[in-house]
């Protein structure tokens, strides 16, 4: 958990959450297909779980981001959201 008491899920934690490689996580990051992860250091990725699940839930619905709007793909963690 983070200091906002948030889980944060590691690159492998999230792969097995969505029953992928690690690679194929870090691929899907970088293309933006994905929410955002959080860059703590140089090789050091995170994600908060509520923003995975509730991903999740909007493919379930048919509400999935669509390629055509901008997903940022990284933002650092001590930086507020937009």
Known sequence: MNGHGERLLRTRE???KLNLSSATVLRR?????????FLLSSNALRWRESEIDAW??????GNLITSDREVPSVRRLDTPSR
């Open 14 to 16: 999230l792969a097995e």
């Open 56 to 61: 999740l839930e909007s493919t379930r619905s």
């Open 29 to 37: 990051h970088k293309l933006g297909t994905m929410p955002p992860g």
